[in-house]
């Protein structure tokens, strides 16, 4: 069954988006960190692919994603640099997607209770404007779709 993720706007130039995953933060961070894991579910609506996905995990390590449209090629994609890394509790990167000028800095925290992690996501952009245009890409509805998915695979892994 889906899990709701809590979007809110914290701020002008911020969105936060929260999901809980019945995993603990290790594997809730594996989902975040191996490629391998990351091409399985950050894929947004069905009929999308990761051609490239890349991630260089240390601090000044770059990492660049590339999604394509099954259905007719159409391709996008996102890269950014790693600013901060605290294993299993917390990665701060800088984000650039095509098509959308700027860049954005995101907090991914992962707060842990009883074996449940929270995954907290706090994208900081450069205006109001730039945020409320990747509200408008119906980037929300997409994270839902990839954080249903990352609840298969981490069943995988608990039961591996």
């Not at 394509?68 to 640099?81: I, K, N, Q």
């Amino acid at each position: 069954m889906p899990k709701p993720v809590d979007v809110s706007t914290p701020s002008d130039r911020e969105i936060r988006v929260a999901r809980v995953f019945d995993a603990p933060a290790r594997l809730v961070w594996d989902c975040h960190v191996k490629p391998e894991l990351i091409r399985r579910w950050m894929l947004g609506p069905p009929g999308w692919s990761m051609p490239v996905c890349e991630v260089d995990l240390r601090v000044g390590g770059a990492y660049s994603y590339r999604w394509r449209s099954d259905e007719d090629g159409t391709e996008f994609g996102s890269s950014g640099v790693h600013r901060e890394i605290v294993p299993f509790e917390r990665i701060v990167t800088s984000e650039r997607m095509e098509g959308f000028d700027g860049e954005a800095i995101n907090t991914l925290v992962f707060e842990e209770t009883g074996g449940r992690t929270t995954a907290i996501i706090t994208m900081l952009f450069e205006s109001k404007a730039a945020r409320d245009g990747a509200l408008a890409t119906g980037m929300s509805d997409g994270m839902a779709m990839g954080y249903d998915r990352m609840d298969d695979i981490l069943s995988e892994l608990a039961a591996a």
